[in-house]
């Protein structure tokens, strides 16, 4: 949107662009939903401690995995706020944009069907053998379990990286929130290697955690539009 005044010689174009929406407020927070996903994320890692990670129906994994469905429920929503929280002005920003968005709301879902799965087969299995079995019913269907379980499931956070990058290249955010959400990503991608368990796990969720929030603070605020100012030929 451009608007243009002119009262004299000098002529004062303020141009917004992308950036228009920006100031409209959505129903929940940016500040908050950045800081309440990745704290579900890292509540369900607790909830699961009782029980040691493992997969045995009950009271604790039902809890885990509710918290998570809700954690997953609001990366998606996240997602679907990306392209009005920032204001790509070129082709490859636009790209970023939208790739980094349909990653995170895509892989989301993924989690979401899982935790669903999930869910039933904690209520339909009495014990963690038949919960396993239930499993592995799913992950026989072609296709399932890299979607479901795999790749598609994990790259939301590639996603998210993507997203904070960019925010801080149109300077929407500051480079410490895009380096705390890549390395809270790597960190808990290095401790998954060795198991679920291992102490880098919650480390990586608490960076990713404080990298997201503070993101939120920052793309909170209402973005400054840019201002070009074109001088008549009088140059006054």
């Known amino acids: 949107m451009n608007l243009t005044s002119s009262t004299g010689p000098a002529r004062t174009r303020i141009d917004t662009g992308d950036l228009a929406a920006d100031s409209a407020p959505g129903t ?4 908050v939903l950045f800081a309440a996903a990745p704290a579900l ?3 369900g890692w607790l909830l699961m401690r ?6 045995e129906p009950g009271g604790w994994w039902t809890a885990a995995h509710a918290v998570w469905l809700a954690g997953f429920v609001l990366f998606a929503v996240m997602g679907l706020r990306f392209g009005r929280i920032v204001g790509a002005r070129t082709t490859g920003q636009r790209i970023a944009l939208t790739a980094s968005a349909v990653i995170v709301v895509v892989s989301s879902l993924a989690n979401i069907v899982q ?3 999930d869910l039933v087969g904690g209520f339909t299995s009495a014990n963690s053998a038949e919960l396993k079995n239930a499993f592995s019913e799913v992950k026989d269907i072609p296709g399932a379990e890299a979607l479901i379980y795999g790749v598609g499931a ?4 590639v996603g ?3 997203f904070a990058v960019l925010a801080a290249v149109v300077r929407r955010a500051t480079p410490g929130s895009a380096a705390l959400v890549t390395a809270g990503t790597l960190v808990m991608a290095v401790g998954m290697g060795f198991g679920r368990n291992h ?5 990586g969720m608490v ?3 404080a990298g997201l929030a503070l993101l939120g603070r920052e793309v909170d605020r209402p973005a400054a539009p840019a201002r070009r100012t074109d001088r008549g030929p009088s140059g006054a």
Not at 50 to 55: E, K, R, V
Not at 154 to 157: A, T
């Open 28 to 31: 929940l927070s940016d500040r």
């Open 41 to 43: 994320f890292l509540g």
């Open 50 to 55: 009782p029980i040691d990670g493992q997969s």
């Open 115 to 117: 935790l669903v799965i």
């Open 154 to 157: 994990q790259i939301v956070f």
């Open 160 to 162: 998210l990286i993507v």
């Open 199 to 203: 102490w880098t796990v919650p480390l």
């Open 207 to 209: 960076c990713l955690l």
